[in-house]
């Protein structure tokens, strides 16, 4: 059975404020104790235990800012905490920032298996997987073209076909329903319920609360990296959403 353990997870940013000091600035400012002030630590996530297991379907929401697409990806491996840890059992399916790893100067082709490969594909995985992925994104006809030539729907459909291939046990995604055209977005999020219905576990960020409410049976509401409640989706929501009413 899967499972996931965030046990007081915390990340840290620093943030620098001065991108490209002289090498006279920066020594000046070693010698005279100033090494601080070129940079300041900012708390992306802070202090943050959950546990989710098999059959949880779970919305996190949140203002910008507020750590959600953090925690998604420390949950992915993509970050490292400063402190704390993230316990994984089950095979993980990041779908963040989908085609980051697209090359514009590979084909279509090229950047299955390169992205494929970032995503944690074998090569044997991907042969077997390549004509259908070619098919959903409608792309026989410019598949062996450069990417930098596509248009950014074709772009987006081979990146969603490639990372939704392989049906994983654990379903991460960052607001994946976003762009792409309206006969492509109707089949995408048909195969998405499909992989939802499929997972063991779901874990999504997204500011669609409507989604949200009819996708999860849980909601983790985070604010400046912590979390404030974790619940059922509409008393979670509805005091979200009321609070920011109220602030606005």
């Not at 697409?69 to 993230?86: F, I």
């Not at 997972?199 to 509401?221: E, G, Y």
Request: hydrophobic content about 45%; aromatic content about 10%.
């Amino acid at each position: 059975m899967s499972k996931i353990i965030v046990d007081k997870l915390s990340i840290k940013f620093r943030i620098y404020h001065d991108r490209s000091p002289s090498l006279k600035d920066y020594v000046a400012n070693l010698f005279r104790g100033n090494r601080q002030s070129a940079y300041s630590d900012f708390w992306a996530v802070k202090d943050v235990s959950l546990e989710f297991n098999s059959g949880d379907r779970v919305g996190i929401v949140g203002h910008n800012g507020a750590g959600k697409s953090t925690l998604l990806k420390a949950l992915c491996r993509v970050y490292e905490s400063s402190d704390g840890r993230v316990t994984v059992d089950g095979r993980l399916a990041p779908l963040l920032e989908i085609g980051a790893g697209f090359h514009p100067e590979f084909t279509g082709r090229e950047n299955i298996y390169l992205n494929g490969a970032i995503l944690g594909y074998t090569d044997l995985q991907l042969r077997a997987i390549e004509p259908e992925v070619i098919a959903f994104a409608e792309l026989e006809e410019f598949i062996d073209t450069p990417v930098k030539y596509y248009s950014t729907g074709m772009y987006m459909r081979l990146a969603f076909s490639l990372a939704t291939a392989v049906h994983p046990d654990i379903l991460v995604l960052d607001e994946i329903f976003a762009g792409g055209d309206a006969a492509f977005m109707a089949r995408a999020t048909t195969r998405m319920f499909e992989m939802i219905d499929r997972a063991n576990i779901m874990i999504m960020v997204s500011h669609d609360h409507h989604l949200v409410k009819s996708l999860c049976n849980r909601v983790v509401w985070m604010d400046h990296g912590r979390v404030v409640l974790d619940g059922a989706p509409d008393v979670v929501i509805d005091q979200y959403l009321g609070l920011n009413t109220h602030a606005g």
